[in-house]
C-alpha cells in the first residue's frame, strides 16, 4: 500500500455535515456515529469497520457513511472491499471531496491502472492539498511503470522530487524510477545501435563505476578505434589510469593517465575535467607551478569547480602564498559550508599568515564537521567526473 496510513487526517479534515436519521433510528444512529468516529481517530479499524457498517444498514442513503466505511477498508489494506462502498458515497454525492481519488488509489493498490489512471491524475494535478497530492504522486508513479510508460513515470518522478525534495519514501522510488530508466534506454541504446560509440561509452561508465579497469579501457580504445577525435573519451581512459594507479601502485598507469588528459586538453582545452586531474598529479609530484597553472584552467572554464579550487588554494599554500589562497578558501566554505578540506587548508594559511584567532576558528569548524559528519552509506560513489580533494593524514598545528 502506498502511504496509506496518513489518508485519515486529510479525510477527516474536510468531513461535511451529515443528513439527519428520520426518528425513531437517530439515537442509534447518533450512537453509532460516535462510537465508529472515535474509533477511527484513534486507529482501531476493526471497531470503526463494525461501527460503519452496522451505520451502513440503518442509514444506507448518507454518501458519508459509505465514504467513511471505504476509509476504514483502505487504511486495513481491504482495498476490494472499499470499492463498493466508495462508488456509492460518489454515486449519492458526487461533490464530496477526495473520495474519487480513494477510489482512484483503491483501484491502484488492485493492479487496474487503467481504471485507476484518470482518478489518480486528476488529484495530482488538481489538489491544493500537499498529502493528498504525494500519496496520488506516489500511485500515479507506480500505475506509469505497470503501465509500462517509462516517460511519464519520470516525468511524474521529477514533479515529485521537487514537490517533496527531502522525503525519504520519494526519495527511494525516484532512486528506483531513475535506475530502471535508465538501465531501460541502455537496453534500448543496445538494440537499435549495438556497434555504436554511444553503446561502447556506456558500457565503458558503467564498469568504470564499478572498477573494472580493464573492461572499460576496452569500450573506451574502442570508441578511439572508431572515432580518434571524439572528445571526453580521452578523459575518461586518464580516470581510469589514474583509478587503477591508485588500487595498484603502478607508476606506468600514473604516467599513462597524465599523458591521457594532455592530449585531451590538445583536443579540447574547456575539458575543465581534464585539466584538473593534471593539476593535481602535478601537485601530487611537486611541479607546483605547473599544477597552479591548470588549476586556473580548470577555474577559468568552470568558476563552480569547487575540487579545483581548493587544489588551487592547496597549491598557493604550497608556494608560500597563503593570502592568495585564502580567498579561494573563503569562497569554497561559503558555497559549501560542509566542506571539512576547505576548512583544514584555511586553518593553514591562517597559521602561515600569523593569523591565531582565524586559524582557531577554521580549525574548530573543522572539527566540528569531522566529528559530526554523516556516517557512510554502503552505496558506491560514481565519482565519474573528479577525483575529490582528500585531507592529508597530519593534523593541522
Given at each position: 500500500?502506498v ?5 485519515v487526517g486529510?479525510?477527516?479534515?474536510s ?5 439527519q436519521?428520520p ?15 472515535r ?10 469497520q ?11 442513503a ?13 487504511q ?11 462508488r456509492e ?5 458526487p ?7 480513494l477510489l482512484?488509489m483503491?483501484?491502484?493498490?488492485l493492479g487496474?491502472?487503467?481504471?485507476a489512471?484518470p482518478?489518480?491524475?486528476?488529484a495530482?494535478s488538481?489538489?491544493v492539498?500537499?498529502v493528498l497530492?504525494?500519496?496520488?504522486g ?8 505497470g ?17 517533496y525534495p527531502?522525503d ?32 561502447h ?7 568504470e ?5 580493464d ?12 572515432s ?19 588500487a ?27 585539466a584538473y ?21 580548470a ?13 588551487l ?9 597563503p ?6 578558501l ?7 559550508p560542509d ?6 587548508q584555511?586553518s ?12 582557531e ?25 573528479a577525483t ?7 593534523p593541522?598545528?
Open positions: 500500500m502511504a496509506g496510513g496518513v489518508i486529510w479525510l477527516l479534515a468531513r461535511p455535515a451529515s443528513a436519521p426518528r425513531p433510528q437517530a439515537a442509534a444512529v447518533q450512537d453509532l456515529a460516535r462510537e465508529g468516529e474509533a477511527l481517530a484513534e486507529g482501531r479499524y476493526a471497531d470503526a463494525k461501527a460503519y457498517e452496522d451505520l451502513r444498514k440503518l442509514t444506507p448518507i454518501a458519508e457513511v459509505h465514504a467513511r466505511l471505504g476509509l476504514i477498508y483502505f486495513q489494506g481491504k482495498f476490494t472491499e472499499a470499492i463498493v462502498p466508495l458515497a460518489i454515486r449519492l454525492k461533490s464530496l471531496p477526495k473520495i474519487g481519488a482512484a483503491s483501484l491502484s493498490e487496474q491502472y487503467d481504471e489512471l482518478g489518480v491524475t486528476q495530482f488538481q489538489t492539498d500537499p497530492r504525494r500519496m496520488a506516489l500511485h500515479l508513479q507506480r500505475i506509469y511503470l503501465l509500462r510508460r517509462d516517460l511519464d513515470a519520470a516525468d511524474v518522478t521529477l514533479r515529485l522530487s521537487r514537490l527531502n525519504p519514501e520519494v526519495l527511494y522510488h525516484a532512486g528506483r524510477v531513475f535506475a530502471n530508466f535508465a538501465y531501460g534506454q541502455t537496453l534500448k541504446l543496445a538494440t537499435v545501435a549495438p556497434d555504436s560509440v554511444w553503446l561509452q556506456a558500457a565503458g561508465e558503467a564498469n563505476s564499478q572498477g573494472l579497469h573492461a572499460a579501457l576496452r569500450e573506451y580504445r574502442q570508441i578511439l578505434s572508431a580518434p577525435r571524439r572528445p571526453g573519451i580521452r578523459f575518461r581512459i586518464g580516470r581510469v589510469l589514474l583509478a587503477r594507479a591508485k595498484q601502485s603502478a607508476a606506468d598507469d600514473l604516467m599513462e593517465a597524465r599523458q591521457a588528459f594532455e592530449e585531451e586538453l590538445k583536443l579540447d582545452p574547456t575539458n575543465a575535467g581534464a586531474e593534471l593539476a593535481e598529479i602535478q601537485r601530487q609530484s611537486g611541479d607546483l607551478e605547473s599544477a597552479r597553472a591548470n588549476f586556473v584552467h577555474l577559468t572554464h568552470d568558476a563552480n569547480f569547487e575540487n579545483a579550487r581548493v587544489g588554494a592547496r597549491t598557493l599554500i604550497a608556494l608560500a602564498k593570502a592568495e589562497a585564502i580567498p579561494h573563503q569562497a569554497v566554505v561559503k558555497a559549501n566542506s571539512d578540506v576547505a576548512y583544514y584555511l593553514q594559511a591562517h597559521g602561515m599568515l600569523g593569523n591565531a584567532g582565524e586559524q576558528k577554521a580549525l574548530a569548524e573543522f572539527n566540528r564537521l569531522r566529528s559530526t559528519g554523516r556516517r557512510a552509506v554502503a552505496i558506491p560513489e560514481l565519482n565519474l567526473d575529490p580533494q582528500a585531507i592529508d593524514l597530519e593541522p598545528k
